[in-house]
């Protein structure tokens, strides 16, 4: 695995922190409650703090990139090789928790592998992200049960959120070359293996949330590949915007 | 059934070796909710390493139109108090 | 309580704030004191809440991650400094959901200046160099006001503040050691955001009826001139290390009084904001209402799960 070949492995892991970062940004002083809008202000925050990790070490490693920035804000959408799920928009407070909570329970797995990674830079930085992911998963988790097992009225929008975001969970695991020469080179995390142990871990808390699990087995998969879903060209038109209009300018 | 959350008291530990002390308040549907909400209200500048928190209305305050009856009669029991006691300057350590 | 009883105990009141003592929740306090207290204490929290709406509006197009990292944790310090206050307003016992009812149906007030919309990254940084300096130089005075809840959260709050004005002014310096096109906004920005700021002090003294009593009880350690002269006298050195130019042809050092003079504030557009007439005043309401109706079901569903584990712990326990 060459330089550039890692560098793009640690840029598709990070692509999912920056998007599901960015989702969350939107709702700041939009949420149920101002308690509600500190935590989730907090995951945002969590998550663009490992982006930056992520991206300068991505950028160290590729000489295409100036800096943490040029690999946040200077690709094509295409070139954003995060999972669909992720960039699914905060329909309402549902989806926001049933997001939150499919990503968590992935996010988790993997940390808890990669903080093994033999590249000891990826090793740092998920061992200072599992703390914080870990605490992801528990408050996601409890709100998922709160609205679970809620109201009538919040048990049918979670559950309709749950069914409409369960298309995109397989794609979590899906393997790309880059992944495969990862796993081989010692550095990345083998996905199969992390998808049993994950559909376990979700079915348990849906249950205890008194929520149905979705039997589906039509999924969604392409953000990998850099094909999104039509909302992904928005969300960059946004995160884009200063630096497409006003380019090679430090701000 | 009351919709609104409750109030709650947030008690934080600063470091081990003080005490909790009040830090303020917020509101939860139930005490994880609070303990959670407290943690990212509350020591967000790593402000603490322990948290208490208890619904509001478990606290008993005393009164202050009381005070007087409450806490003056404390005032004039200086035998409770070392400087009360005179001693020689040469006595030392006590 | 008999009419002589009650002169009593406001005269003893007043004499304990006179001595500098502070007055805690469950103190016996006079009517006027309470209304007042609920009245600005939540007229501040609202400003916070409100507050966080025209910033918000650039985290997702922030230009750097440094940059929208800091702005995401500023936004949220302020959603922190509305629930510390609230929670301080709620010790005089009225509820959070009053105060919110009191914000939505337009009987409360917050501050003018957030009806005034974000158009450039620029404004960002001039929020926070000019707002946030205007809103410290009245915090700052407010940490020693008579009533110990609200003077313990402003203790709080200037020293979580401390940032956010550095934040603002780091980045209008960006801004003008950048490209003519990164100075021009920030002069656009410094343009637009000046006379809103001084008007953050609120009327002159002499339209301001308030203000003898609020001096009295420490609500006000100065008048909103005084404070005023101090934040331009403040200010005005500080544009001229950006290199930009303060929009007031009257503004000129004054050796004798040893202050800045300058120009007369346009007063019919400030009373035409505070009468809810500004730019932004209906998208704020129409935000704030959104969010609140929007939530409740997740209030609701939250207080149900609660009430139901409860209920689980007593049948287990019974």
Avoid at chain 2, 30 to 43: G, K, P, Q, S, W
Avoid at chain 2, 60 to 72: D, L, Q
Avoid at chain 3, 159 to 170: D, L, M, T
Wanted: charge should be negative.
């Amino acid at each position: 695995m060459d330089s550039k070949q890692r560098s793009n492995y640690v840029t598709s892991i990070a692509d999912n922190h920056l998007i599901l970062g960015q989702r969350l940004g939107e709702l700041c002083g939009h949420g149920p409650n101002l308690e509600t809008d500190i935590a989730l202000t907090n995951i945002a925050l969590d998550l663009f703090g490992q982006t930056r990790s992520y991206y300068q070490y991505a950028a160290q490693l590729d000489d295409a990139f100036a800096s943490e920035d040029a690999v946040a804000f200077l690709r094509k959408e295409h070139e954003y090789h995060n999972v669909l799920l992720v960039e699914q928009p905060n329909t309402h407070f549902g989806f926001v928790i049933g997001r939150q909570f499919l990503f968590d329970a992935y996010h988790l797995l993997l940390l808890e592998q990669l903080q093994y990674s033999a590249d000891a830079t990826l090793a740092a930085i998920a061992q200072k992200a599992i703390k914080e992911v870990r605490y992801h998963q528990r408050f996601s988790s409890d709100w998922l049960k709160r609205l679970g097992d809620g109201t009538e009225k919040s048990r049918k929008k979670m559950q309709e959120a749950i069914d409409a975001l369960w298309r995109y969970t397989d794609e979590l695991f899906e393997m790309t070359p880059i992944d495969q020469l990862a796993v081989d080179a010692g550095i990345g995390v083998d996905l199969h293996a992390l998808r049993p142990m994950y559909y376990q871990k979700i079915s348990e808390v849906l249950e205890e949330a008194t929520l149905v699990l979705p039997e589906t087995n039509y999924f969604q998969k392409g953000g990998k590949q850099g094909r999104h879903t039509e909302h992904m060209g928005y969300l960059l038109a946004d995160l884009q915007y200063m630096q497409r209009t006003y380019p090679n300018m430090d701000w | 059934m009351k919709k609104e959350w409750p109030l709650w008291e947030v008690f934080v530990r600063s470091k081990n070796g003080l005490e909790h002390r009040h830090f303020g308040s917020l509101h939860a549907a139930d005490a994880e909710m609070a303990l959670e909400n407290a943690r990212d209200v509350y020591t967000r500048r790593n402000e603490g390493v322990s948290i208490w928190v208890v619904e509001s209305k478990y606290i008993t305050a005393s009164n202050p139109s009381e005070n007087g009856e409450m806490f003056e009669p404390a005032k004039n029991k200086v035998y409770r108090h070392p400087t009360f006691y005179k001693l020689p300057d040469e006595v030392k350590h006590m | 309580m008999s009419e002589k009883e009650l002169i009593n105990l406001e005269q003893i009141f007043e004499e304990r704030i006179e001595r500098d003592e502070k007055i805690e929740p469950k103190d016996w306090m006079p009517e006027k004191y309470r209304q007042t207290h609920i009245r600005q204490i939540s007229q501040h929290a609202h400003s916070e809440v409100v507050g966080m709406l025209p910033e918000g509006n650039w985290i997702t197009r922030a230009p750097s991650l440094r940059r929208k990292a800091a702005l995401l944790a500023k936004v949220q310090d302020e959603a922190g400094h509305g629930l510390y206050l609230y929670s301080a307003c709620e010790t005089l016992g009225i509820s959070r959901e009053e105060l919110y009812q009191q914000l939505h149906t337009g009987k409360a007030k917050y501050s003018s200046i957030f009806n005034y919309p974000t158009i450039t990254w620029a404004d960002i940084g001039a929020i926070g160099w000019l707002v946030d300096g205007a809103a410290i130089i009245n915090q700052v005075a407010l940490c020693t006001t008579s009533f110990g809840p609200y003077a313990r959260a402003m203790v709080r709050i200037c020293k979580e503040e401390s940032f956010h004005q550095r934040q603002g002014y780091e980045i209008m310096l960006t801004l003008c050691n950048g490209t003519e096109a990164q100075k021009a906004m920030a002069q656009d920005a410094l343009n637009r955001w000046w006379w809103p700021s001084l008007m953050m002090f609120g009327p002159k003294d002499e339209d301001s009826p308030h203000t003898a009593q609020s001096m009295k009880w420490k609500l006000k350690r100065k008048t909103n001139d005084e404070l005023r002269q101090q934040f331009v006298d403040q200010t005005v050195p500080q544009a001229a290390i950006l290199g930009i130019s303060i929009p007031d042809p009257h503004l000129k050092w004054n050796e004798a009084s040893g202050h800045y003079n300058f120009g007369e504030i346009d007063w019919e557009e400030f009373w035409q904001v505070v009468k809810g007439h500004g730019p932004c005043n209906k998208e704020r309401m129409e935000a704030r209402v959104g969010a609140w109706e929007e939530g409740a079901w997740v209030r609701e569903a939250a207080m149900a799960h609660a009430n139901k584990q409860t209920n689980k712990k007593v049948a287990k326990a019974s």
